[in-house]
């Protein structure tokens, strides 16, 4: 079964009216407003009481592509909360590579997600690091001085503020070159118990990115390793990177009331890994690379999980009007009140990366999605 044409372009259009690139206002800044400098990599959790919870790693200016050396890189991931949308959001909780560190020194700090158990409000946070262990003996004169392997590692509580560091393990790693390095996760609970847990994935030679996926089935403790790309990269706009940062379902209204669940994924993507040139009698366009990501959309049936369709095909959906043009790292939300709410980092005229954010009313969203 497929959804019709005017399905998606319906998908499509909610996802642009969300992530719109001019009515996006800063949430939380980077540190400094110059490039290399942001924050976000993280999502978005409202507890039972109304408190909006949102996650992310501040990331300082450095260059892993040479080594450490040249700046800080990832070092602090933060939760912040907030009564409201409309309320001001402080930091209840945050992690520095020290506290993070575990089973080795931590290099630097990506991406993480939070997962909410709604039933008893206890909460899991995953977070990749790169730790500061070796390549595989095969790969080891691959490997840049004074850079690591990244993993995913989960830390529970049984509220944001009571999440304990002495609870941390590591949930997924790989010892295969071509899946060497693990980050950015993004969890979510299945209708049948189930944890499914997609997270980024990097070649030792760091020349694609993809989507692997775990699964930690209901009762059990640990994630199993069940593929190392739930979403394919394209041809063109997203052919080094395809990383899924968020799952939205749709809910059962309009053109979606009589068909089964299915659920909306916003990913990032990249033409290349290292910024490439472009000739000056072309059109020129934003083409995105590490670091500096497009933004695109694909669909997928709930129960066919992770059979996922991409929307975006030839060009990438979201684009910020500033510098490199860079939109990554959307997390998304329908609050309480029906109301989608969502984040993502853009790229600013400083250069820099804040999270910013934009909110739709639940009736644009039954507008949009209305028969």
Same mark, same amino acid.
Request: a negative charge; aromatic letters at 8%; one cysteine or more.
């Given at each position: 079964?497929?959804?019709?044409?005017?399905?998606?372009?319906?998908?499509?259009?909610?996802?642009?009216?969300?992530?719109?690139?001019?009515?996006?206002?800063? /949430?939380?800044?980077?540190?400094?407003?110059?490039? !290399?400098?942001?924050?976000?990599?993280?999502?978005?959790?409202?507890?039972?009481?109304?408190?909006?919870?949102?996650?992310?790693?501040? %990331?300082?200016?450095?260059?892993?592509?040479?080594?450490?050396?040249?700046?800080?890189?990832?070092?602090?991931?933060?939760?912040?909360?907030?009564?409201?949308?409309?309320?001001?959001?402080?930091?209840?909780?945050?992690?520095?590579?020290?506290?993070?560190?575990?089973?080795?020194?931590? $290099?630097?700090? *990506?991406?993480?997600?939070?997962?909410?158990?709604?039933?008893?409000?206890?909460? *899991?946070?995953?977070?990749?690091?790169?730790?500061?262990?070796?390549?595989?003996?095969?790969?080891?004169?691959?490997?840049?001085?004074?850079?690591? $392997?990244?993993?995913?590692?989960? /830390?529970?509580?049984?509220?944001?503020?009571?999440?304990?560091?002495?609870?941390?393990?590591?949930?997924?790693?790989? &010892?295969? !070159?071509?899946?060497?390095?693990?980050?950015?996760?993004?969890?979510?609970?299945?209708?049948?118990?189930?944890?499914?847990?997609?997270?980024?994935?990097?070649?030792?030679?760091?020349?694609?990115?993809?989507?692997?996926?775990? %699964? %930690?089935?209901?009762?059990?403790?640990?994630?199993?390793?069940?593929?190392?790309?739930?979403?394919?990269?394209?041809?063109?706009?997203?052919?080094?990177?395809?990383?899924?940062?968020?799952?939205?379902?749709?809910?059962?209204?309009?053109?979606?009331?009589?068909?089964?669940?299915?659920?909306?994924?916003? &990913?990032?993507?990249?033409?290349?890994?290292?910024? /490439?040139?472009?000739?000056?009698?072309?059109?020129?366009?934003?083409?995105? &690379?590490?670091?500096?990501?497009?933004?695109?959309?694909?669909?997928?049936?709930?129960?066919?999980?992770?059979?996922?369709?991409?929307?975006?095909?030839?060009?990438? /959906?979201?684009?910020?009007?500033?510098?490199?043009?860079?939109?990554?790292?959307?997390?998304?939300?329908?609050?309480?009140?029906?109301?989608?709410?969502?984040?993502?980092?853009?790229?600013?005229?400083?250069?820099?990366?804040?999270?910013?954010?934009?909110?739709?009313?639940?009736? *644009?969203?039954?507008?949009?999605?209305?028969?």
């Amino acid at each position: 079964m497929n959804l019709e044409t005017e399905q998606i372009n319906q998908l499509r259009e909610l996802g642009i009216r969300l992530i719109d690139q001019h009515k996006a206002k800063i /949430l939380i800044p980077a540190k400094k407003q110059e490039p !290399g400098f942001w924050f976000g990599g993280g999502n978005i959790v409202q507890e039972s009481n109304g408190r909006i919870l949102i996650c992310g790693r501040y %990331r300082n200016a450095g260059d892993s592509t040479t080594g450490t050396g040249a700046g800080e890189r990832g070092l602090e991931f933060s939760i912040f909360a907030g009564e409201s949308t409309n309320a001001a959001f402080s930091k209840i909780l945050s992690f520095s590579k020290q506290d993070l560190a575990h089973s080795s020194e931590i $290099v630097s700090i *990506e991406g993480g997600c939070l997962l909410q158990d709604v039933q008893t409000n206890k909460i *899991e946070l995953f977070v990749s690091t790169e730790k500061k262990i070796a390549y595989p003996k095969a790969l080891i004169n691959f490997q840049k001085p004074g850079t690591g $392997v990244w993993t995913v590692d989960l /830390l529970q509580g049984t509220k944001a503020e009571s999440i304990d560091l002495n609870s941390i393990q590591t949930v997924a790693s790989s &010892y295969n !070159g071509n899946t060497l390095h693990v980050k950015d996760p993004v969890a979510f609970n299945s209708s049948n118990g189930n944890t499914e847990l997609m997270y980024c994935n990097h070649p030792f030679s760091w020349s694609s990115s993809n989507t692997g996926l775990a %699964r %930690r089935t209901e009762n059990e403790n640990t994630f199993e390793h069940l593929s190392d790309s739930v979403l394919a990269r394209g041809n063109s706009w997203d052919v080094a990177c395809s990383r899924i940062t968020e799952r939205l379902q749709i809910p059962k209204i309009g053109s979606f009331a009589d068909i089964p669940d299915l659920s909306l994924y916003f &990913y990032d993507g990249a033409e290349c890994l290292r910024s /490439l040139d472009q000739n000056p009698q072309a059109a020129k366009r934003p083409r995105g &690379y590490s670091c500096e990501e497009l933004g695109g959309l694909a669909w997928g049936w709930d129960d066919e999980f992770p059979n996922i369709k991409p929307i975006s095909t030839e060009f990438p /959906l979201f684009i910020s009007p500033h510098a490199t043009g860079c939109s990554r790292y959307v997390s998304s939300i329908f609050l309480q009140n029906e109301d989608l709410l969502a984040t993502w980092q853009q790229a600013q005229p400083d250069g820099s990366q804040p999270l910013v954010t934009n909110q739709l009313d639940k009736s *644009e969203v039954h507008r949009i999605l209305s028969d």
